[in-house]
């Protein structure tokens, strides 16, 4: 029995659908349908990690293309419904054209385990396959796991122009071997017969109820023809023929660099991206390299959120400050939940620049169930931060769309993984786990004072922040009074002495005091688009025998120069570049260099910093022969 396309007809009493689903993907915090499909295949991966051993999950994403021959062994039958009118394909290909695919593949995972011939719901039975291929807005994922609408794999077809895919899955439990697929068109007419939305791809009974394809042989071919590294390891392969073409390589790169960057660096996934010769594998070794490569302004913009998540990865219990327990019964956050023993040191840190790790306990309360002690996790740190904007980590994934409130100069990670807190707050997610919906349909009404947990996650930053700059202590009066001091005059009763006139000799002219020799300025710093030059200063000036420069992203608290870190840039370094005219460049280390005119026309161009980010700048005059720094 070989695999064909099947879509059935719309029956007398059949409901005429329209199928949307796919709009749940389009949203402000989702501004790729790249990101989409990396947020989405991803978390499906993380979430089909063997439960008695997890491991690394390595996700593998192939850009290829096959001739229209190769693509008609698969979509010939179909192509009748492909190419019908009012099918709801905005951008169908033609059938004699090349097919550009993503093949999408897991390794480290379960593969679709499960029974292929049940067809309904059936409580209490764990079935992968039967969630993936026979039903829709129903999950089969237990409560700890990362997804909850059962509409996540809707990103496959949308990401195609048939929005069509076509899955081989390796069971881990029985070893089998299937291959099925699916499309989610329109209800659509082809002459005088009118279909349905969904067609299926596989195997067909009498009742064209579709199972999967078996045969080795077809398996073969298909793992042949898209170039898949199954082989013999469990897991799930899924197609995407003819993807859009917004979906690329660079897409990819950036979506799971941006959305993944925290399992990446936990040693919990590694992601290949290939396209014909071009492979690279991210994993915590490279992930900052491999950022750099793809965009060095991406790069700058992720680094610090890379150092930070390094830094967390470090910490302990030991070195962690654990806030005290918010209300039992309502969480609510008060300054009285930082201990008053560790405030003045953490106070101290956040000024300086230093890190921060606190644990913040709170105890969920499910309606109908007992309590339990949960708790979340928050890295931190002044760092001058642009926008001061918490990442909200939920189980690995990025909620990139939470309504909080940024602090000025602070980045910061809040992470959620204890499952109590991590299922409540997963609960309140919209589809594409953008948001915490206080009034989401497995949400509302699911917990005692819900929305408070929502809110208090929310603004812990902003809050915690707030009261290590509140101070107890009263205003003292008496703080500057030896640097402001004005001595009173004693009281007296005596008359006060009037002032006499000055006495001049008549006919002395008394010459005013001779103006100073005005200093001549002897170089000009002028800021450009992201840089600054120096260039000759006063006409008639001496240029000097060295100019020592000093340049750092400016800070909203304390020094600039001393808070430099080398992940911002380094004068040595690309996207750095130093253009000189008449000068000489030496001692260039960090974000500190010498320069050595050898004219007085002299020029210094450097370029290459973040555009959205202040420079202070600070250049200093020195002479070679009496300064051994110079």
Request: proline fraction near 7%; charged fraction near 30%; aromatic fraction near 10%.
């Amino acid at each position: 029995m070989s695999a064909r396309w099947i879509f059935r007809e719309l029956r007398r009493g059949d409901k005429d659908r329209q199928p949307t689903q796919g709009e749940f993907f389009s949203s402000d915090a989702i501004d790729s349908l790249a990101k989409a499909l990396v947020r989405e295949s991803i978390q499906n991966s993380l979430d089909a990690s063997p439960k008695e051993e997890p491991g690394l999950v390595r996700v593998r994403f192939h850009i290829g293309s096959v001739n229209s021959s190769t693509a008609k062994r698969y979509f010939n039958d179909g192509w009748k419904h492909f190419s019908a009118e009012d099918n709801g394909l905005d951008d169908p290909p033609e059938q004699s054209e090349a097919c550009r695919f993503l093949l999408v593949e897991d390794f480290g995972t379960t593969g679709l385990t499960g029974n292929v011939e049940q067809w309904r719901y059936e409580p209490g039975v764990e079935n992968p396959f039967y969630y993936f291929f026979r039903t829709e807005g129903r999950s089969g994922k237990n409560e700890n796991e990362r997804g909850r609408w059962g509409i996540g794999k809707y990103v496959f077809p949308r990401s195609s122009r048939i929005h069509a895919f076509l899955a081989l899955t390796l069971r881990h439990d029985d070893g089998q071997r299937l291959l099925m697929g699916q499309a989610v068109l329109k209800s659509h007419g082809i002459g005088e017969e009118y279909y349905t939305p969904d067609g299926n791809y596989g195997q067909a009974d009498n009742d064209d109820f579709v199972t999967p394809a078996k045969e080795a042989s077809v398996l073969d071919q298909f793992e042949r023809d898209f170039t898949s590294k199954r082989s013999n390891l469990p897991g799930l392969s899924v197609l995407v023929p003819w993807v859009d073409q917004d979906i690329t390589r660079e897409a990819i790169l950036r979506a799971v660099i941006e959305d993944y960057f925290f399992p990446v660096l936990s040693g919990d996934l590694e992601v290949t991206v290939s396209e014909g010769e071009l492979e690279v594998t991210i994993s915590s070794a490279n992930l900052d390299s491999v950022a750099k490569e793809l965009d060095v302004d991406f790069a700058n913009r992720m680094r610090p959120l890379i150092a930070l998540t390094n830094w967390a990865r470090t910490q302990t219990d030991e070195t962690i400050t654990r806030l005290k327990p918010a209300d039992t019964n309502r969480p609510k956050w008060e300054a009285a939940l930082v201990p008053e023993e560790k405030l003045l040191e953490l106070r101290e840190k956040y000024r300086e620049g230093k890190p921060i790790a606190l644990t913040l306990p709170l105890t969920t309360r499910q309606k109908g169930k007992a309590p339990q002690e949960s708790f979340f996790r928050v890295f931190l740190v002044n760092d001058g931060a642009e926008h001061g904007r918490p990442v909200f980590i939920r189980d690995g994934i990025i909620i990139p769309g939470i309504k909080d409130q940024p602090v000025n100069g602070c980045r910061s990670i809040v992470l959620i993984s204890d499952p109590p807190l991590a299922k409540l707050l997963g609960d309140s997610e919209n589809p594409a786990h953008t948001e915490w919906q206080k009034d989401s349909e497995h949400f509302r009404n699911k917990y005692v004072y819900g929305k408070s947990y929502i809110d208090f996650v929310t603004y812990a930053v902003s809050k915690f922040v707030r009261a290590l700059n509140e101070s107890d202590e009263q205003p003292n009066q008496e703080l500057l009074q030896d640097i402001f001091f004005v001595p009173k005059k004693p009281a007296t009763n005596e008359p006060k002495d009037k002032s006499r006139p000055r006495k001049r000799n008549k006919g002395e002219v008394i010459p005013p005091d001779p103006k100073p020799e005005p200093v001549l300025k002897r170089f000009t710093l002028s800021r450009i688009a992201g840089g600054f030059t120096i260039t000759q200063g006063a006409k008639g000036s001496v240029a000097p025998s060295a100019l020592s420069v000093a340049v750092a992203y400016d800070r909203r608290r304390g020094s600039a120069l001393k808070k430099y870190a080398p992940m911002d840039f380094q004068l040595e370094a690309a996207p750095i570049v130093i253009e000189t005219e008449a000068a000489i460049i030496s001692d260039r280390a960090g974000n500190r260099m010498i320069a050595r005119p050898s004219a007085p026309e002299f020029k210094i161009k450097v370029t290459g910093f973040d555009e959205n980010r202040d420079l202070y700048i600070d250049v200093r005059a020195k002479e070679i022969d009496n300064d051994p720094k110079a």
